[in-house]
């Protein structure tokens, strides 16, 4: 299995991003997907995590309103919009997948089995 997140890099305040994960490897469809990130000093934490067919997403309290998850079943991809960045989400944004066949977004990180790379992502103010 692999994942391999792209789309990082460095904005200002107020800007928009949007990460991309190409998933290989694996029975896409088939899988919950998420998307954490990993502040300098901080635990890696849940920010957003999509159903096997996109629906009803799941969010961080702190990205709700701002960024959205959505998935490509055809492009076995993974995507994560990101709008109105705050310097609060500079961190190293990580793709990550449950096991074949799981139905339930998880929110722990140790709950999902495949790890992408990470792209970091940097908000000035």
């Known amino acids: 299995v692999q994942l391999q997140a792209s789309g990082g890099g460095l904005v200002q305040a107020g800007d928009s991003l949007r990460l991309s994960c190409a998933a290989s490897g694996l029975t896409f469809d088939r899988h919950v997907m998420g998307w954490f990130r990993q502040g300098p000093g901080k635990y890696r934490e849940f920010v957003a995590g999509i159903s096997w067919s996109g629906g009803s997403p799941a969010y961080a309290d702190s990205v709700k309103g701002r960024f959205t998850i959505s998935r490509d079943n055809a492009k076995n991809a993974v995507y994560l919009q990101m709008d109105s960045l705050k310097p609060e989400d500079t961190a190293a944004y990580y793709c990550?997948?449950?096991?074949?066949?799981?139905?339930?977004?998880?929110?722990?990180?140790?709950?999902?089995?495949?790890w992408g790379q990470g792209t970091l992502v940097t908000v000035s103010s």
């Open positions: 990550a997948a449950r096991g074949r066949g799981i139905t339930v977004i998880a929110r722990d990180p140790s709950q999902f089995r495949n």
